[in-house]
C-alpha cells in the first residue's frame, strides 16, 4: 500500500492519481529491478494505452522529500520527462534527491512484499520492446516478473 503525499510533489501525486483511474498500472511488469537500489515499473503491457501516455510528459516538482526506502517517485530523465514509469527506493537512495526525482509518496505497507520483487532480469528488458510488444513480449522473454495485479485509489475514509 503506498500513501501519496500531495504536499511533497503536487503534479507527481496528481499524476499518479490520474494514472491509477485510468488503470494504466493495472497487469504492469516491475521490469527494472536493481538489489540495494529501487523497482522500476510503469510502461503498459497493451502498447495502445502506452501511447497514449507514454510520451505525455509532466512539469518537475521540487524535490521536498529525499529519496529513502520505501520512497515512491517517477522516474525522469532531464528537466520535465517525467510520464508514467515510477519506482520504489530499496534503499537510501538521498543522492538522487540534487537530480530532481521527487517522491510524491512511500509504501506504507508491504514493504516485506516489495523486497521479494524478482531482480532476476536486473535492467535486460527493453524498454522499447516493451512499448511496442507489450506484456507479450515481457511473457515470453522474461516470464518471472512480477507485477501490479490491480491498483486501486482508497481514500482516508477507506472507501475506493
Not at 510524491?104 to 535492467?123: A, H, K, L, N, P
Request: proline share 5%; with cysteine; net charge negative.
Amino acid at each position: 500500500m503506498i500513501e501519496v503525499v500531495p504536499d511533497w510533489a503536487p503534479l507527481g501525486a496528481e499524476r499518479f492519481h490520474e494514472l491509477i483511474e485510468e488503470g494504466f498500472y493495472d497487469e504492469c511488469r516491475f521490469f527494472r529491478v536493481i538489489d540495494g537500489f529501487m523497482a522500476q515499473i510503469g510502461i503498459n503491457g497493451d502498447p495502445e494505452v502506452h501511447a497514449k501516455w507514454g510520451n505525455n510528459n509532466f512539469s518537475d516538482d521540487p524535490v521536498k522529500e529525499s529519496n529513502k526506502r520505501g520512497y515512491v517517485t517517477f522516474a525522469t530523465s532531464g528537466p520535465n520527462s517525467r510520464s508514467t514509469q515510477f519506482f520504489i527506493n530499496f534503499g537510501d537512495n538521498s543522492r538522487l534527491d540534487a537530480t530532481g526525482f521527487s517522491p510524491f509518496g512511500r509504501v506504507v505497507s508491504g514493504m516485506d512484499v516489495v523486497d521479494q520483487i524478482t531482480s532476476e532480469y536486473g535492467e535486460r528488458p527493453g524498454q522499447r520492446d516493451i512499448e511496442t510488444e507489450g506484456n507479450a513480449y515481457l511473457a515470453r522473454e522474461f516470464p518471472n516478473l512480477d507485477f501490479i495485479k490491480k491498483a486501486s485509489i482508497i481514500t482516508e475514509d477507506g472507501s475506493q
